[in-house]
């Protein structure tokens, strides 16, 4: 097949109409709300917004998920790309020049790199003096994310090279064959290692996905083989009502707990990891996807929409009772403990059991999930980030 053919073949989607439609109406959502969810008086979208009395709160500024909303917006062909204003590119690489944290790196990089500005190669240059081997594994994804996008200008490719192989070679290793899941940090020896090394995360194999897909396509390279069997094993894991879940045993890959589930996961990330996997022509992802887009819209255990259409909202998880949002993984103490103590053999794991009277909505949105949304929407109608 010419080269030709086959850009042709790897870009056309297998997504219904409806699918299709549903993203669409989300994306709107987001285009709405977005402009609201913006720091007061600073250069960030909000870590997180409440309603109020008929009013948006938002709190806190946070660099990192102002980067991702600048990824979704300038890949969405609306106003939304207006969002990434020169003021807030400044304070973005402000903030991640001086940054240690993989992510953040990794991120702006993309985001500058989206913008047309040459700083991503900066941003670039800094990633070069992190530990990979220490940094998280959605770290390490989103650095190949940064790496492919930064790779466009042509001061930036050699240290997206350099960058991206380090860290596709330790997400690699990090690949648990047996489970068919990536671990969520390396080896070292630091407390979270010790005390939830068998534990892995839902975000901890989409980011790897993501950007080792990206990075592959960005340099013609073969994709890396773990990344067909973590997707199917996502797939095989997935709920009756198309829940993505939560927490994984990186011993052989059974689901932990599987709450909270996320509405990022549904209608953004599950995209983000699957769809750059079907342009390169690993498996056919779309009614998994389907279903779990569905859950936005209210097919789920407690039967509630978490999209708001009429007063743009999104509420972030469907999540066990007593669980505390800002806490390790979302979960309340005694849930983290049973989680630490599942992983060695010294308790049963919550698994996916919950009854619906034992779940709540959690009313309050991250303005990250916002710019996921618009990625995954564009991701799907087939454009080139």
Not at 5 to 28: G, K, P, Q
Not at 169 to 178: D, G, M, N, S, Y
Not at 192 to 197: D, I, N, Q, T
Not at 221 to 236: F, I, K, T, Y
Request: glycine share 10%.
């Amino acid at each position: 097949m010419a080269d030709a053919d086959l850009s042709a073949e790897r870009d056309r989607t297998s997504f219904s109409a409806e699918t299709n439609d549903s993203l669409e109406r989300l994306a709107r959502v987001a285009r709405r709300l977005l402009p609201r969810m913006q720091e007061d008086g600073g250069p960030f979208f909000s870590h997180k917004t409440f309603r109020r009395d008929g009013r948006y709160v938002n709190r806190e500024g946070n660099p990192l998920y102002t980067a991702m909303v600048i990824v979704g917006a300038l890949a969405d062909d609306s106003d939304a790309a207006g969002l990434a204003t020169g003021a807030r590119l400044d304070a973005l690489y402000a903030a991640a020049s001086t940054s240690a944290h993989s992510s953040l790196l990794g991120t702006a990089a993309w985001a500058l790199a989206a913008a047309g500005d040459a700083r991503a190669r900066d941003l670039m240059a800094a990633s070069e003096r992190l530990d990979l081997r220490q940094g998280p594994s959605m770290g390490l994804g989103l650095l190949l994310a940064g790496a492919a996008a930064a790779a466009g200008d042509a001061g930036s490719e050699a240290a997206a090279r350099r960058v991206g192989t380090i860290a596709l070679a330790e997400l690699t290793a990090r690949f648990a064959a047996r489970a068919r899941v990536v671990r969520a940090q390396g080896f070292d020896r630091n407390r979270e290692s010790l005390v939830y090394g068998g534990v892995t995360s839902f975000a901890s194999q989409v980011y790897p996905l993501l950007g080792a897909s990206l990075y592959a396509e960005r340099f013609g390279e073969d994709p890396p083989s773990w990344l067909g069997a973590v997707a199917d094993r996502l797939v095989e894991a997935q709920g009756p009502l198309g829940q993505w879940w939560w927490l994984y045993s990186t011993r052989d890959g059974s689901v932990i707990d599987g709450y909270p589930v996320y509405s990022v996961h549904q209608d953004g990330m599950a995209f983000m990891a699957l769809v750059p996997l079907e342009r390169l022509g690993i498996g056919d992802y779309a009614d998994a996807l389907r279903r779990g887009v569905e859950w936005i819209f209210g097919a789920n255990e407690l039967s509630a929409p978490l999209v708001d259409e009429d007063d743009p909202f999104f509420l972030r998880a469907i999540q066990r009772r007593g669980s505390h949002a800002d806490a390790h993984w979302g979960m309340s103490r005694p849930g983290l403990a049973r989680v630490a103590l599942a992983t060695r053999g010294l308790a049963s794991a919550a698994g996916v059991r919950a009854e619906p009277r034992r779940l709540e909505l959690l009313r309050e949105c991250r303005s990250y999930h916002l710019g996921w949304v618009l990625l995954a929407r564009s991701l799907v109608s087939g454009r080139r980030h």
